[in-house]
């Protein structure tokens, strides 16, 4: 029973392309997040939902727009994909000040 | 930015206690201190947290010093399956989780 659950895992489309990633949670959580990996392997949050609500929105382009349809899903849409937007996508969630739990993560590979 | 520092690399003999160490000096009195790990490029995974006391899993310890400024990670065994990068994680009043550059951590044979 997979906690938090990522589709697509490998994702691969050309500039100027729209895509969207999906993410789900069955822990019962209420904080969502989307966080960022580039290839030098650090780890930067993008967005953060609690209850449906974004509280958290880093500095980001525009092209990104996440939207949370309730307080298990958080998925994020991706407008003009660019060659930069190649990184890996890890959706989070949490109940509180308990640990966060990740999903395993989506490889967008933009050509 | 990260609220922690921690070194950028580290090698463990196989067997042998690794001790992974953090800096977090600008702690606030109610931040809990977490530890996540990353193997490979698979979703981090949480090793355990705290706040003031010390504390002990099934993986590893926590000690965390009496000012808060400083934590360390004990993996009382290391294997080769503890290679990975350890990330020291305060969670901030806004509800951020920043992750820095973690600790390299080489578990050699």
């Known amino acids: 029973d997979t906690a938090v659950s990522q589709t697509p895992k490998y994702l691969v489309t050309q500039m100027g392309n729209d895509k969207s990633i999906k993410c789900e949670q069955n822990l019962g959580h209420d904080t969502m997040y989307w966080y960022k990996q580039d290839s030098k392997k650090f780890l930067k949050i993008m967005f953060s939902y609690n209850n449906k609500e974004l509280i958290i929105n880093e500095t980001v382009p525009n092209r990104f727009s996440p939207k949370s349809p309730d307080k298990a899903h958080l998925n994020l849409h991706i407008n003009s994909l660019e060659l930069g937007d190649s990184a890996v996508y890890f959706c989070?969630?949490?109940?509180?000040?308990?640990?966060?739990?990740f999903g395993n993560g989506t490889r967008l590979t933009v050509t | 930015d990260a609220k922690t520092t921690q070194p950028t690399s580290m090698d463990c003999a196989e067997g042998r206690a690794a001790n992974l160490p953090c800096n977090h000096s600008t702690i606030s009195g109610n931040e809990y201190v977490y530890w996540y790990r990353q193997i490979h490029s698979q979703g981090p995974q949480y090793i355990i947290h705290?706040?003031?006391n010390n504390e002990t899993n099934e993986m590893a310890s926590l000690i965390i010093t009496e000012d808060r400024k400083s934590s360390t990670l004990i993996l009382p065994h290391a294997t080769l399956r503890d290679t990975a990068v350890y990330y020291c994680?305060?969670?901030?009043?806004?509800?951020?989780?920043?992750f820095g550059d973690g600790t390299t951590l080489t578990v050699k044979p």
């Open positions: 989070a969630s949490r109940r509180g000040d308990s640990p966060l739990h």
């Open positions: 705290g706040l003031k």
């Open positions: 994680i305060v969670k901030d009043n806004a509800g951020k989780s920043t």
